[in-house]
């Protein structure tokens, strides 16, 4: 185990999909320094508030990808423009195995609310002599499943809100079940960031940003993709752009049945020549957008904070379903056919500041109170047991379930009979992963094409 008082904390990111391994990565950078934690109060410290050079050195986590239906690919993490010096493809066996072997300091939990809990179990139960500090939190804008995540996520050391407007809520959920609430810090999307919008002459770019999951139907992609098809007809000389996330039979954070690349093969009169599919960076792409239109995308908020004019979609109504809701309130929300009429909507200031996107510069400091949570908690001698509000007193007909999808008992050990964590090697290794991209495979093409068309058959 490394010494906490000698050298950098040794950190690891577990990531479940491309996003959340953009999330997980950039958070550990944002909240780890690579300093010593037992002079984190002191001036001359880089990481100090005082020192001129503060952050510090970032450090650079180990990455692992738990493997499921939305381990990303190759392309993926080159997309995401978040790279590190290896990436291992684990099962949630092997990485508490890596846990108990490899002596992390710091472990950012990057993935979706079941799996953080049942790593945190995992890890209590590994009753290991200096356990990790643990950190989890949200990829984006959190407008569903509110108290079911934040719960599940409880009894990690910080549980990460992205912005003032979330810190409140989530010790409202904490707070009302009982459970202790110190562990939700304010930070702030770690990938905010790029140069301040600026007009250029010449250029008109609106970028359409898609959600693999809002919204789900058919007739309501179809109609979001010929409003914006007409859209670039009634203005044959702007640039307008569709921003996919993933390419057909890949998986991101959330199930995407319906690619828009699919339905574009569809529209009636096919696409404009002046709009055009692309992928890449999101952060590339706002550095040449005049204005960003969403339902929902956390892109929103990327665009907002360079100041990159911003449009909130009603067309299909204002709905949880949607997660539009969560604009309510900052000036943002408006239709297509005030689009189309030249309508540009102005952001609230107030409403910008509380949710963490305000490009005033406070940015920069945005993490500080998760750096020194992190860096108090590395200085104490021990840290207390790992206590998650969910346990086989609070949750019996929920937690057990939830722990056995990922091979885990009641008590967090492995379930009995349980394979050994070790990973194959040689020709084993080889067919088994043979084996998996078959089966990824399939399981893509029946999410993509089999189940729609089996929905379409029963709508007949």
Known sequence: MPSRTSQAPRVAVLADSDTRWKWGALTARRIAAADHPDRLDHPDRPGHPD?????????????????????????????????????????????????????????????????????????????????????????????????????????????????????????????????????????????????????????????????????????????????????????????????????????????????????????????????????????????????????????????????VPTAILTDLGVREALGNHHFLGSGLLTSWDRLDAGHRPEPDGEWLARQGVAADGTYEKAFDAARERVAGLLRQPELPPVAPYYTPATAPGYLPGLLARHRLAADGGPLPGTAPADEPTGVRRVLREAVRRAARGAYRHGVQRVAPAIRRMGEL
């Open 51 to 307: 020192h001129p050079d503060r952050p510090g050195q970032p450090v650079e986590p180990a990455g692992f990808l738990l493997r499921g239906r939305a381990t990303p690919t190759a392309r993926q993490l080159a997309e995401v423009g978040v790279g590190t010096d290896s990436v291992r493809e684990v099962t949630g066996a092997r990485f508490l195995r890596a846990i108990r072997e490899e002596g992390y300091d710091v472990v950012v939990l990057a993935l979706v609310g079941g799996a953080v809990q049942a790593m945190l179990h995992g890890i209590a139960a590994l009753r290991l002599p200096r356990r990790p500090v643990l950190v989890t939190g949200y990829v984006g804008v959190v407008y569903e499943k509110l108290a079911d995540g934040l719960l599940l996520r409880h009894g990690a050391d910080v549980v990460l809100a992205n912005s003032r407007h979330d810190v409140h809520r989530f010790r409202a959920v904490y707070e009302g079940v009982g459970a202790d609430a110190s562990a939700v810090t304010e930070a702030a999307l770690p990938f905010l960031g790029g140069a301040p919008y600026e007009r250029r002459e010449g250029r008109d770019t609106v970028v359409f940003a898609v959600q693999p999951s809002v919204p789900e139907s058919r007739a309501d992609r179809m109609y979001l993709l010929g409003r914006l098809a007409g859209h670039a007809r009634l203005h044959p000389s702007r640039e307008v752009l569709l921003k996919l996330r993933s390419r057909p039979g890949e998986h991101t954070t959330h199930l995407e049945e319906l690619p828009y690349q699919r339905l574009a093969e569809r529209l009636p009169g096919g696409l404009p020549p002046n709009l055009r599919l692309v992928y890449g960076h999101m952060g590339e792409v706002l550095d040449r957008t005049d204005l960003l239109v969403t339902v929902s995308s956390t892109a929103a908020l990327e665009a907002l904070h360079r100041r």
